[in-house]
């Protein structure tokens, strides 16, 4: 997308975000906007929330102040989209990870008139969590994480260590006094 103004100043917007911006910010205010601007604006969030990317804050300003409804929408659709990102966050396993996002997509209401951006939402969620580093290690099960988390590193208690000469059992502050203190010998 490149759009050129012949003003005194040329500029060259090439991004979403620029044009948002120079909506915005060259009107000053949204009532001082041309109807243009306005439908401009419109398409580029509606285009947003169709693709499932999240809004800026100066989109969810305009949406506030222009047009409450889908405002409310919005706003519902990044609340749920946010949830969904905490509790993947929080899956022990590649397995859950794909009930959760399963869990989250039949919750949808097939009346829901969000349904379109909640599925596109979920979806570029599922996609960029699928691609991060905290995916990639997680366990394929969830037998598998159950096991990791109950069996520690084998090396992190290691009985057959050399240096380890504590019998815990017979162990007192006292006795660990008792034997820091100097020794004095009495010949007579």
């Known amino acids: 997308m490149n759009v050129l103004f012949q003003k005194e100043e040329d ?17 000053g205010d949204v009532d001082e906007m041309s109807e243009e601007n306005r439908r401009e604006m419109d398409a ?4 947003k929330l169709k693709s499932g990317k999240k809004l800026l804050q100066k989109e969810l300003d305009y949406l506030r102040r222009t047009n409450p409804i889908l405002y409310a929408e919005a706003m519902r659709i990044q609340r749920m989209a946010e949830a969904l990102e905490e509790q993947l966050k929080h899956a022990k396993s590649k397995e859950e990870v794909n009930q959760i996002f399963t869990t989250a997509l039949s919750g949808i209401s097939k009346n829901d008139p969000d349904r379109e951006y909640l ?5 570029r969620i599922s996609e960029e969590f699928r691609k991060s580093k905290a995916y990639n290690e ?6 598998e994480a159950k096991k990791k988390q109950a069996d520690p590193d ?16 017979n162990w007192s502050p006292l006795q660990e006094m008792f034997d820091q203190m100097p020794s004095f010998s009495v010949s007579a």
């Open 11 to 27: 500029k060259k917007i090439t991004t979403q975000r620029e044009l948002v911006e120079h909506l915005l910010a060259g009107s």
């Open 44 to 47: 580029i969030i509606m285009a």
């Open 119 to 123: 599925i596109a939402s979920f979806n």
């Open 138 to 143: 997680l366990p394929t099960t969830i037998e």
């Open 154 to 169: 084998p090396d992190l208690f290691n009985e057959d260590d050399e240096d380890d000469d504590h019998d815990l059992k």
